[in-house]
């Protein structure tokens, strides 16, 4: 079973609009974390949040949001008025314990947003 | 900031040759993970080590063997290469083996196996 699932294969907005990526996660651990990666074209892995199980305040930075929500087990993302930059795949992971206690990182699927000048 | 480095960027290999992935760490950083990403797939955990050791598997097959070293680098070796193993393999390190210790990534390697 997908323990992260981001059901959004593709999306693509015009330039200026808002938009959110959804991210749903599955896990019996009472103490995780969730990340936000961005990859762009170049290929790279950008780290752009960490959010704890327990922490279930919203956060802004800049045009960048995110809601977590832990009755829904979503942390969704919402890019406010899109620039061509944000164009990207964004991968939703979730950090747990995994064999031997150590940290495991697992990662979504992936949206690839496309953002229209 | 320093980054991840990995080496090469780029490399091209025939069937059932052999080939080593280097990932220099993070400075400090005593962890590193191993993920391997095909054609518009995400990124499947390899495996990764912590203060040399190696500290979970995932889905790393037979022919792959990964080590970490006393200076924190580590090498992925990739034997009897097969058509199916060209991906994106990245490398990334954090700072302690712990709950929510941020994944730095590395640039990735692209491997070619034709």
């Known amino acids: 079973a997908q323990k992260v699932t981001q059901a959004q294969t593709e999306i693509s907005v015009v330039e200026k609009e808002d938009v959110t990526l959804d991210c749903v996660y599955e896990t019996r651990d009472t103490t995780y974390y969730l990340f936000w990666y961005k990859q762009p074209p170049s290929g790279e892995l950008v780290f752009l949040i960490r959010r704890n199980s327990f922490d279930e305040q919203n956060e802004i930075s800049g045009r960048y949001s995110w809601n977590f929500q832990k009755s829904t087990s979503s942390f969704n993302f919402t890019i406010t008025a899109s620039q061509v930059v944000d164009s990207a795949v964004y991968f939703c992971?979730?950090?747990?314990?995994?064999?031997?206690?150590?940290?495991?990182?697992?990662f979504g699927t992936g949206t690839k947003l496309q953002v229209i000048p | 900031a320093a980054g991840v480095i990995q080496s090469p960027r780029h490399l091209i290999k025939e069937k059932r040759e052999t080939a080593t992935l280097k990932c220099y760490p993070i400075?400090?950083?005593?962890?590193v993970y191993w993920y391997q990403q095909g054609p518009g797939q995400d990124p499947q955990f390899l495996i990764s080590?912590?203060?040399?050791?190696?500290?979970d598997k995932g889905s790393i097959p037979d022919r792959f063997s990964a080590q970490q070293f006393s200076d924190y680098h580590s090498e992925l070796n990739m034997s009897s290469l097969e058509l199916g193993d060209s991906a994106l393999y990245f490398c990334?390190?954090?700072?302690?083996?712990?709950?929510?210790?941020?994944?730095?990534f590395g640039n990735g390697t692209r491997l070619t196996v034709t």
């Open positions: 990334a390190s954090s700072l302690a083996q712990q709950l929510g210790s941020p994944l730095h």
């Open positions: 080590f912590y203060e040399k050791m190696q500290s």
């Open positions: 992971a979730l950090s747990e314990a995994g064999s031997g206690g150590y940290q495991k990182v697992t």
């Open positions: 400075p400090r950083h005593d962890t």
